[in-house]
């Protein structure tokens, strides 16, 4: 398998998930701005949505979209603790990744575009802030040590990926106790050291 993937961007979930499921795996960094992969490929030619992730399966099979690639890489697990195979539990985790797919990472992206200005900006601050109280408050009135049950997954990794952005785009995050914890556990894990390391983001 190989991951197309940009540093620090939403890609960085599915790097973690590959680090957790014990398969060879290559990488192949993508730059955004010119849609070429570091080996001087046309990434529309591979993914022709232009962004990542990307995870090619097979040569010339690949599958795009994180609500897709997550799940697939987490079913993968040796040890079936990523994700439920089936069931409520699966769907628990799908609930999570659609919430951060389609609310939380579009609060984020709007600024990754245009510039804002001040307005705009308090105004996307305020909308993650709307999305992320749920999250603290729906995972806070639970007893989980993870997003769904007990078990690291795709949603708790995703979540991590999103919320790092908030340093970024000068978003404050020290309100969100819960979401902090469950941040700094997942922060530990080897798969998100090795994940994070890999892609120049900690030394
Ligand atoms: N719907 C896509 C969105 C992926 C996405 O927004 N990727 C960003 C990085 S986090 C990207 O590649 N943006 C560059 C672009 O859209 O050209 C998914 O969930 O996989």
């Known amino acids: 398998m190989k991951l197309y993937y940009a540093p620090g961007a939403c890609s960085l979930a599915s790097h973690i998930i590959l680090n957790e499921i014990n398969v060879d795996f290559d990488l192949e960094r993508v730059n955004l701005k010119t849609h070429t992969t570091e080996k001087g490929a046309d990434y529309y030619a591979i993914n022709p949505k232009g962004y990542v992730p990307a995870l090619e399966i097979n040569p010339g099979l690949i599958l795009t979209e ?3 690639i997550l799940p697939f890489l987490a079913q993968h697990d040796p040890k079936q603790d990523l994700i439920p195979p089936s069931g409520l539990g699966r769907a628990k985790v799908l609930e999570w990744l659609g919430y951060l797919n389609s609310e939380l990472h579009d609060a984020y992206a709007v600024f990754f575009g245009a ?5 705009a900006k308090e105004k996307a601050y305020a909308e993650i802030d709307r999305l992320l109280a749920y999250i603290e408050k ?3 009135e639970s007893d989980n040590d993870y997003l ?4 690291f997954g795709p949603a708790d ?10 340093k ?5 995050l020290t309100p969100y106790t819960k979401i902090n914890a469950l941040r700094n556990k997942v922060a530990e894990r080897q798969s998100v050291q090795i994940a994070m390391r ?3 983001l900690i030394p």
């Open 66 to 68: 994180n609500v897709a």
């Open 115 to 119: 510039p804002l200005s001040d307005e």
């Open 138 to 140: 729906a995972f806070g």
């Open 148 to 151: 769904v049950d007990d078990n």
């Open 157 to 166: 990794a995703y979540l991590f990926v999103l919320t790092n952005w908030s």
């Open 168 to 172: 970024g785009i000068g978003h404050d």
């Open 198 to 200: 890999d892609e120049g």
